[in-house]
């Protein structure tokens, strides 16, 4: 593949991929800054390798668990210099930046972002990638019954915030 | 709202969240990280030109010393500063680190450069991400690739930290550049 044609296929696979990945890696991380960041970093690296990044099953799975790694490695790097929030401690934040930006929806992205961060994990591929359960297990590394269960959870999570009344209806 | 309904909600969000960033500034950003891998051009060069280079760095060395403008030539690494600033570097041969070290700085660009296969343990890296790519460019250059150094991009209160990867076996060395917090103990007062 000439130079050229990787250039229009990764403009293509960039095209389609960067909202689904920036959502995904905001709901993990909490924080729409950080997560541009992670992303357009992860998608620079994407294009760094993309003879090999082109032929990996899932693409945007390897976006989204490179900017993951990345999140982790910085998180380590600034632990040794300065203190930072518990990205937990973020999501329970009633404004989580750039959250509420836009048209989302403030009160899904709110039961979202309350969700533990595994579980909120496990929701961004599963439901917002598309990931089937054994590859979202492999971007997590865990197993799929682990991925089943979260997601199980998660809902049940969102359920009872989104949906009181359902959870009224329930017999004690 | 049922299960289903829930679902299709959370589904619906990632269609209202947008990437600002263009392809063309992600593929810009490409060459940068490109910069911070190793550099097999510069191991392959290395084992080409070894011979030739070793004698021609104490030649050509001694007739341009560090401060000497507008260019110093050696045949381990070139330091070429032009006129809108940028500073075109290109190392060889893993050689004569604090010459190079020395020159940067001479340059105006607080820098550490270590070819041990060891990062200067006084540096720490500069906070956030991303700032790399405007600071640092490269593009190969014959068989070589060529690091382009922006010194107007740099930071307030940063600095570059070139180092060589470790040789191992089975691996090539190369150059890393990463943005570290200037120091008297890193990047010289």
């Known amino acids: 593949m000439g130079v050229g044609t990787q250039r229009l296929d990764f403009a293509e696979f960039y095209r389609r991929s960067k909202d689904e990945c920036l959502f995904t890696v905001l709901l993990s991380v909490g924080d729409r800054d950080t997560a541009q960041e992670l992303v357009d970093e992860a998608f620079a690296r994407a294009w760094a390798s993309w003879r090999t990044v082109s032929r990996h099953p899932a693409p945007a799975a390897w976006v989204v668990r490179t900017a993951l790694n990345a999140n982790i490695s910085r998180w380590r790097r600034r632990r040794r210099e300065v203190l930072v929030p518990d990205l937990g401690a973020v999501a329970d934040s009633p404004a989580v930046a750039g959250a509420s930006d836009g048209p989302v929806d403030a009160r899904i992205m709110a039961a979202l972002l309350r969700l533990p961060s595994r579980q909120r994990q496990v929701v961004a591929l599963r439901l917002v990638l598309d990931l089937d359960t054994a590859r979202a297990g492999e971007v997590l590394g865990i197993s799929p019954s682990a991925v089943k269960a979260h997601l199980a959870r998660a809902i049940a999570s969102l359920r009872d915030d989104l949906m009181p009344e359902r959870q009224q209806e329930r017999p004690s | ?189």
């Open chain 2, 1 to 189: 709202m049922n299960d289903e309904e829930l679902i299709t909600a959370v589904r619906e969000q990632r269609s209202k969240i947008h990437s600002a960033t263009s392809v063309e500034q992600i593929i810009g950003r490409g060459r940068a990280v490109r910069a911070r891998r190793r550099i097999p051009g510069a191991a392959a060069a290395l084992g080409v030109v070894a011979g030739t280079a070793v004698a021609l760095t104490a030649l050509v060395s001694g007739s341009h010393p560090a401060s000497h403008q507008p260019s110093a030539r050696l045949a381990a690494w070139t330091v070429v500063k032009h006129a809108d600033g940028d500073i075109y570097v290109t190392i060889r041969q893993f050689r004569d680190p604090a010459g190079l070290q020395a020159r940067l700085r001479a340059d105006g660009v607080p820098a550490s450069v270590t070819f041990t296969g060891q990062r200067n343990a006084a540096c720490r890296p500069y906070p956030g991400t991303g700032l790399i790519g405007k600071v640092i460019s490269v593009r190969q250059e014959g068989s070589r690739p060529l690091t382009i150094i922006r010194p107007s991009a740099l930071p307030s209160g940063a600095g570059l930290q070139f180092a060589s990867s470790a040789p191992r076996h089975g691996t090539v060395p190369g150059v890393g550049v990463d943005l570290v917090q200037a120091s008297p103990q890193c990047t010289g007062g």
